[in-house]
């Protein structure tokens, strides 16, 4: 079959599995090259010995789940299992990229001798943790480090069977700005109708922090957290005009949920040693923030400017930067006032945001975006699905089956 991309409303539906082995290689190649040769001095060099060794990643196969899966692998020479929703292939429908990610990722890791594995299914549900419970027994006995890294649409409760649905709108009063589809570069007007109060409660079961503690709660209970294991999940928070569709909206409040479960994590995991941490990471193109109203727009703009500033990172280097830099270094864990990590430092410094927010004034309904890198957005969109990578032939007939 041939292989071609295909998106719609900001999602694309298929996945090129040579495209996807090459972008896992090169982001593989960027840790090896950085941990080794140490050519950008803003990234620091592994210290082998405090990296943990024996990872799980919820929400592996994708974004920055997949990168804390790689710089696991490649800077701390960790085994690894991933946690992950797929697709999988047919002789006439192509996989997930997440599917594909795991494929290249996993022969790769095993043969330079590390162990890579997974579990497919639904993360949320209690088979699936019984499953990983019993793969971390079977395969590295306990974990050093759990990442929690899902963004998804919906939540079965596993207790009740109800199904949760995340929605990303603002609270309480329609918001209206400016925004851009992935494919289309001429500026819009979006109106976001408020969420109901329903709407957030199920953002919260969704996307807060209850199924990370649920994750947590049985890893502890089994006894297969090590001595000082630590925990860590992703949030956001970004600049003030994204505010009323992200912090302040839905997705804000189940942040705030998921942020203040790190605490109580904390406390649980003070018997063995060990401490739960949330991370604030940049606004980058993924599986998941593209669909976010607004922020494409936005990350258009951040592209840009970063770039020129040289300022710019993709997922992997700023899990390289939150390994090697806050979470595992001879010092203190940094933290901000509320005890996060924050890896959005660079997003967030005054001068990238003001000249941001100076470029945001000059876009016009109905005309062009200007001064901004939509093209690098949709590349790397591209690229997370395999496809845009120029020594890869996408005119040829190849099985979808076969990575
Ligand atoms: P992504 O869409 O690339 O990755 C999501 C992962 O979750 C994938 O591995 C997917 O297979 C998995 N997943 C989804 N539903 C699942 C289920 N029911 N069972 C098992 N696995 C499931 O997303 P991304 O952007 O990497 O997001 C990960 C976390 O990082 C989220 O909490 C997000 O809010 C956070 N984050 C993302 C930022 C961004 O700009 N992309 C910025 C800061 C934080």
């Not at 994590?265 to 949330?278: D, M, T």
Request: glycine letters at 8%; a negative charge; charged letters at 25%.
């Amino acid at each position: 079959m041939i292989i071609t991309k295909k998106v719609m409303r900001n999602v694309s539906l298929t996945a090129h599995p040579a495209g996807c082995k090459r972008y896992i290689q090169q982001q593989i190649a960027w840790v090896k090259n950085q941990a080794q040769n140490w050519e950008d001095t803003r990234y620091p060099k592994p210290i082998e010995e405090v990296l943990p060794k024996r990872v799980l990643v919820i929400g592996g196969s994708t974004g920055y789940g997949l990168s804390s899966r790689i710089v696991a692998a490649y800077t701390g020479g960790a085994d690894t299992i991933n946690v992950s929703f797929e697709r999988e292939p047919s002789e006439k429908k192509t996989a997930t990229p997440g599917w594909y990610n795991t494929m290249a990722f996993e022969q790769q890791a095993q043969k330079e001798g590390m162990k890579a594995s997974s579990v497919f299914g639904d993360a949320f549900s209690i088979a699936i943790k019984e499953e990983t419970a019993q793969k971390i027994k079977d395969e590295l006995g306990q974990v050093d480090l759990v990442i929690y890294s899902l963004a998804s649409p919906l939540r079965n409760d596993p207790t009740t069977g109800v199904t949760y649905r995340s929605v990303l709108k603002p609270l309480e009063k329609p918001f209206t700005a400016l925004s851009v589809d992935l494919g289309d570069d001429v500026v819009k007007q979006a109106t976001i109708d408020p969420a109901t109060e329903g709407q957030v409660r199920e953002t919260i079961k969704v996307m807060g922090g209850e199924d990370w503690t649920l994750w947590v709660d049985y890893l502890l209970k089994e006894g297969l957290l090590a001595e000082g294991a630590m925990t860590v999940a992703y949030s956001y928070i970004g600049p003030k005009i994204t505010y009323p569709v992200y912090r302040e909206g839905t997705i804000g409040k189940a942040k705030e949920h998921l942020e203040n479960s790190a605490s109580a994590l904390s406390s649980k995991l003070e018997a063995i040693g060990g401490k739960a941490f949330v991370s604030v990471n940049k606004a980058l193109v993924t599986r998941a923030s593209a669909v976010i109203p607004v922020v494409p727009l936005y990350m258009a703009l951040l592209y840009q400017v970063m770039k020129e500033k040289n300022l710019h990172e993709h997922c992997t280097q700023q899990i390289y930067r939150l390994f090697n830099d806050q979470l595992y270094t001879k010092g203190n864990i940094p933290t901000d006032q509320e005890g996060r990590l924050r890896v959005d430092d660079w997003e967030m410094l005054e001068d990238v945001q003001n000249e941001v927010e100076r470029r945001w004034a000059l876009q016009k309904e109905g005309q062009p975006l200007i001064q901004g890198d939509l093209e690098g957005v949709l590349a790397e969109y591209e690229q997370i699905h395999g496809f845009g990578f120029p020594d890869i032939d996408y005119e040829a007939d190849i099985d979808p089956r076969i990575v």
